[in-house]
């Protein structure tokens, strides 16, 4: 097992923290996209993740050229007020962070620090988390989803497909396919789209040691669509990556139904995470109708 460290010495994170960070995790039962091992590890060398340990709580830090110095809020037991007093003091005082800030926090959070004259929060509305019926999801059920339900039948008159399971065996399908789309998007141009297949790369490459699920569409036995997630809670999966052949527009609607109803049947909510605030993405999220959002805010120091 990974040495804990002690705050308010930090560790880089990597893939033998997992059990420490996890249990952590499991008995915080998280309801926003950010809390999972697996997101952390992925995203770490975007966001420049350290994490530490102060008495019961997780404290991540995160460290990146395009958002500056930052920490995530205090994951553990009730309550965080004093706990999230400290952490930005220590930012302030430490760090010579001019404003220090705790990004995408929880409305747990918010309500234990409700009250406190000497803290304000904001909501972030880019990263709300968009979180629908694992049943819509998989039954597509209703007038709403009619327009999703042609695009798959569409799909299954043009082609003879195959779901399956992801395994070790797809990766390289995977990564394949995740490298087209990337030279068809102009990764090398867009920071964000370039750090995103850092992400999926490092998702791929450490399947096996992950602790994710994954599926793909083959079309005469090559990957053509690919999705990977996980359990956030007990009564939520949330998927952090889902990719497809942009030359088959209909495979998105395929992908997602079947990795809903292959993964995540007997979960009652799938979290698809955020739209950073993209027009094209969330009009993407809404059309799907989610059952509700996952409000997250930005705590400062008044």
């Known amino acids: 097992m990974a040495v804990r460290p002690q705050f308010p010495e930090f560790k880089p994170v990597e893939l033998e923290d997992e059990e420490v960070i996890q249990e952590i995790l499991e008995r915080y039962q998280p309801q926003t996209s950010e809390w ?11 966001y420049g993740f350290q994490w530490s340990v102060h008495r019961d709580w ?16 205090p994951v553990g037991p009730p309550s965080r007020l004093e706990v999230v007093r400290m952490f930005l003091k220590w930012l302030q005082d430490e760090k010579k962070e001019e404003d220090p ?5 929880d409305q747990l959070l918010v309500s234990e620090i409700e009250g406190a004259a000497d803290l304000m929060t904001e909501p972030t509305r880019g990263h709300f988390d968009y979180v629908y019926r694992s049943g819509d999801l998989i039954q597509l ?14 799909f299954e008159r043009n082609h003879s497909f195959t779901y399956a399971p992801l395994s070790n065996d797809h990766v390289k399908g995977c990564l394949e396919l995740a490298e087209g789309w990337c030279q068809l998007r102009r990764c090398e141009e867009d920071m964000n789209l370039l750090d995103e297949w850092e992400a999926v790369r490092e998702a791929l490459k450490n399947f ?14 090559k990957v053509q669509a690919f999705a990977l997630g996980e359990l956030l809670s007990r009564q939520t999966a949330v998927v952090h990556i889902e990719k497809a052949n942009p030359e088959i527009p209909e495979l998105y609607s395929v992908i997602n139904q079947q990795f ?8 009652t909510y799938v979290n698809r995470e955020q739209d950073l605030g993209e027009p094209g993405l969330r009009k993407a999220k809404l059309s799907y109708y989610p059952d509700h959002l996952v409000e997250k805010f930005r705590i400062r120091l008044a």
């Open 36 to 46: 999972s091992f697996t997101n952390l590890f992925i995203w770490r060398s975007h």
């Open 58 to 73: 997780l404290l991540v830090l995160c460290t990146s050229d395009t958002n500056g110095l930052f920490a995530l809020q």
């Open 101 to 105: 800030r705790m990004e995408r926090a």
């Open 141 to 154: 059920a209703g007038r709403k989803y009619h327009s999703k339900r042609n695009h798959i039948s569409k």
């Open 208 to 221: 096996g040691a992950l602790n994710i699920k994954g599926g793909v569409i083959l079309i005469e036995n």
């Open 260 to 267: 809903s109803e292959k993964s995540w049947r007997d979960i």
